[in-house]
């Protein structure tokens, strides 16, 4: 068998390594590699020349100079000119001792000429027989940044809290912090302590319930089991509340109050305003206010009182008097009679101008707008003067502008009213010549038509210095016309508010001794229904029937009793008349009639009773309409008759005209009664 050098396949027992051909490091080479391969920037420096005698890689790479360029260069090299003169001074400091392993902070200059921040850490090193330093060379230019941002950070939050500390404490406004799940007071404003009375001391060893009165604990000890019940409660506006002072007072105040983190404590900041003053006004003025409510419905009701019991002989008078003069009178009973009624209109015109003022006091005058021929509406207004003014020998002339439009929509009754006056004002102080009412029209952006009312007299005049106070309640010309012209000083004053109702204006130009115009200016809308029809102004005519009507009266006072059906006589109607609601009950259950005229108050059962018994009885088989007849003209009458069961209303005097109207409304052109007379069912 030939000798081979690899092993036998069947030897047993450990392999032999090879011997390492690699030759140990020196002690000096591993030094020199652990130095220039260390991560962070090292170099080594002469202390008696400060010149640099070895770099790292790292320094090589940091710095931006070659190796060779820093062994060229001394530790001055590397320093800003600004800090030459503490290096000098450092060094000559220690350059005669040891100075041991010891740290410094430096700055250097890089080689593309920026300035770094460095912590050197350094120790003393024999090198060749010299004494030098080995220096480790950390930048902490970025560290002294962000520990110099992080000391500004926390000098800028330490001068916020102490603002917010201050805003908090010196806010004008009570104001305290508390702790949620303790109710303890946390913190308080300057405000709270001077309010209160206790001290910012006393109010941090107190909790909530112990500066609220017996009263309001329970109360809060379910707000605060509210606030930990696991949600933010958030911002909470206004809570009433009442607090106990350090004096034993109790005031009035409101909580408005939000969340809050303090010191990773949930607590909430409340804000406290002393509303106690402002409670005692409000209930001052809730007691004012109630009183003047009282007040104003004791005099509404005296005003109804005073309608009732007036209206009702106004009613005998102005009703006898017109039978009066249908009457075959000579001529001077026919005079005497038409000055009772002159005298009895006068005297209705009068109480119609009182109710309308507290109307307009009270807020309840409401307007009924729709669509109206303005032209017929004044033509019938001119109309109703003319009479007054013949007496007089005195013309009332009309001058309507052709560009005036003739349909309008408004409430064409109360237009009437306010023209009504001025034109009536005109004629009683006007002793020769004539009364103009000049209308004019002109167009406005919103498609309304400004129409604009004149009515000029050659009257007395009025004094400059007292035309401006015209418009004013109870006001006249001058104490004369008091005595020569008579009257009560409202109807300018309710025409200038009924004007200003209606969005409008109204005034008056005056020369003493050569006349007056009164002037007013309504915007009035385009009517809807071009079919318009004049504003109801009084005029009528008589109903027209198949068959005379029969009409049931209820009516106590006996004067009334004829009035009443001598109206209704005028108007074509039968008549049967009854003293109180239950003998009106009675006539319908034996007699079918066409219309029931209803007096409201009467003795036993009243008129309001008597309708709502008819209307059970009829179980909605049969309808009798029923027109109320009143004395009571205040406002919300009408909606008391209606909510009785009642059709219609109309108040005393009786005007010929509008019950004619009402019955033309009610009762068909075959009255019923005049088909049939079978009796209603029993009640």
């Known amino acids: 068998m030939s000798k081979s050098s690899e092993p036998d396949a069947h030897q047993v027992g450990p392999r032999k390594r090879p011997r390492s051909r690699v030759q140990p490091l020196s002690r000096e080479l591993q030094h020199r590699l652990l130095f220039e391969h260390n991560p962070l920037p090292m170099m080594v420096y002469e202390r008696s020349t400060l010149r640099i005698l070895a770099v790292s890689n790292a320094a090589v790479a940091s710095y931006g100079y070659s190796r060779t360029e820093f062994l060229k260069m001394t530790l001055r090299d590397l320093t800003p000119p600004d800090d030459i003169d503490w290096l000098e001074s450092l060094d000559t400091s220690q350059r005669g001792d040891e100075i041991g ?16 921040e460095v912590e050197n850490t350094g120790d003393d090193l024999v090198l060749d027989g010299r004494r030098c330093r080995i220096v480790l060379c950390q930048n902490v230019t970025e560290q002294n940044r962000a520990m110099a941002e992080l000391a500004e950070a926390r000098e800028q939050l330490r001068a916020s809290a102490e603002e917010y500390r201050m805003l908090f404490e010196r806010n004008p406004q009570p104001l305290l912090a508390y702790d949620c799940e303790t109710l303890r007071v946390v913190a308080v404003s300057d405000a709270s302590i001077a309010s209160s009375g206790y001290s910012r001391g006393e109010f941090l060893e107190m909790a909530l319930l112990d500066f609220a009165p017996e009263e309001e604990h329970q109360a809060m000890l379910e707000y605060a089991r509210e606030n930990l019940g696991g949600e933010r409660l958030g911002l909470q506006l206004a809570r009433p509340r009442r607090q106990l002072n350090k004096d034993g007072t109790i005031i009035d105040i409101e909580v408005t109050s939000d969340d809050l983190i303090l010191g990773g404590r949930r607590c909430r900041v409340c804000l406290s305003i002393d509303v106690t003053e402002r409670n005692r006004a409000s209930a001052a003025l809730a007691s004012a206010r109630d009183e003047a409510v009282e007040a104003s419905n004791m005099k509404s009701a005296f005003l109804a009182n005073m309608s ?23 001529d001077e009973q026919r005079e005497c009679a038409e000055q009772i009624a002159r005298s009895g209109e006068q005297m209705l015109a009068i109480i119609n101008d009182i109710l309308d003022i507290s109307k307009i006091e009270t807020g309840h005058l409401e307007l009924d707008i729709s669509d109206f021929d303005l032209y017929e509406t004044i033509e019938a207004t001119c109309a109703v003067t003319r009479v007054q003014a013949a007496a007089k020998n005195l013309r009332v002339e009309l001058e309507i502008d052709p560009e005036t439009p003739r349909r309008v929509r408004g409430d064409g009754r109360r237009l009437h009213q306010v023209l009504l006056n001025l034109v009536t004002n005109a004629v009683k102080f006007t002793s020769s010549g004539a009364v103009t009412v000049a209308v004019k029209a002109s167009h406005n952006p919103n498609s309304s038509e400004v129409i604009r009312i004149e009515v000029r007299d050659s009257g007395i005049g009025i004094d400059p210095a007292r035309l401006q106070h015209m418009f004013e309640p109870f006001t006249q010309a001058d104490a004369s016309t008091t005595r020569n012209y008579g009257g009560t000083g409202l109807g300018l004053a309710i025409a200038r508010e009924l004007v200003e109702l209606m969005g409008g204006t109204i005034g008056a130009d005056s020369d003493p001794g050569r006349g007056s115009t009164f002037w007013f200016e309504l915007q009035l809308g385009a009517p809807i229904d071009n079919a318009a029809k004049p504003a109801d102004t009084g005029a009528a005519s008589a109903p027209a029937w198949a068959s005379a009507p029969l009409v049931l009266v209820a009516e106590d006072s006996p004067i009334n009793q004829i009035v009443a059906a001598r109206a209704l006589e005028r108007c074509g109607c039968r008549v049967q008349v009854v003293a109180d609601g239950q003998e009106a009950l009675d006539a319908l259950q034996a007699q079918r009639y066409d219309a029931v005229l209803m007096d409201c108050q009467m003795p036993g059962m009243d008129g309001y009773d008597a309708t709502g018994e008819l209307r059970r009885s009829e179980q909605g088989l049969l309808h009798t309409p029923v027109i109320a007849m009143t004395a009571q003209a205040m406002d919300g009458d009408r909606e008391r008759c209606l909510a009785a069961g009642m059709d219609d209303y109309i108040t005393k005097p009786l005007r010929h005209a509008e019950l004619a109207e009402a019955l033309r409304r009610w009762i068909p052109a075959t009255p019923m009664a005049a088909r049939a007379a079978k009796p209603l069912p029993a009640a």
């Open 101 to 116: 392993q010891r740290s410094r902070w430096a700055r250097h200059r890089l080689k593309d000429g920026s300035i770094i």
């Open 308 to 330: 009732h019991e007036i209206r009702t002989p106004m009613n005998g008078v102005i009703g006898m008097t017109e039978l009066l003069l249908e009457m075959n009178l000579t």
